[in-house]
């Protein structure tokens, strides 16, 4: 390999660098609004929906984590809005992800969001059919 072509990769790993941080950002900015809508805007939701619901967030969370951890170096402070929206506690957000605790960490983070988009779809549901013929619904 020659100095040229080592440039070119060193500027191809920033770029993707750069790309993450960018996707990661778009999907937080996301992810906070719809947990934002789901967790502040729906106080009733029933509790295993809302636990649910929040380890489906929290998967997301992680794994995302891990890609900045790893991948990027990006500073992870304003990613932490994110964790707060979702209720982690304060050592939930220090936590870092290692070599010894990445597999804790992967989950693929567009099926855990299809996941929080069906769920949360099939709770708006019930309540449209409780609401459409009264009373509680056995679903």
Request: aromatic share 8%.
């Amino acid at each position: 390999m020659d100095e040229q072509n080592i440039t070119d990769l060193a500027k191809g790993i920033k770029n993707v660098e750069k790309r993450l941080d960018r996707d990661v950002a778009e999907m937080s900015t996301l992810l906070e609004a719809l947990a934002k809508e789901i967790f502040e805007n729906r106080p009733g939701l029933p509790r295993q929906d809302a636990e649910l619901l929040r380890k489906h967030f929290h998967n997301i969370y992680k794994s995302l984590k891990l890609h900045l951890v790893f991948h990027s170096g990006a500073d992870l402070s304003g990613f932490n809005s994110l964790g707060r929206a979702i209720g982690l506690t304060d050592e939930e957000l220090q936590r870092q992800p290692d070599e010894n605790s990445a597999v804790e960490y992967c989950a693929d983070p567009w099926s855990k969001l299809l996941e929080i988009v069906s769920t949360h779809f099939r709770m708006v549901y019930k309540i449209f059919l409780m609401y459409r013929f009264g009373g509680e619904l056995l679903v």
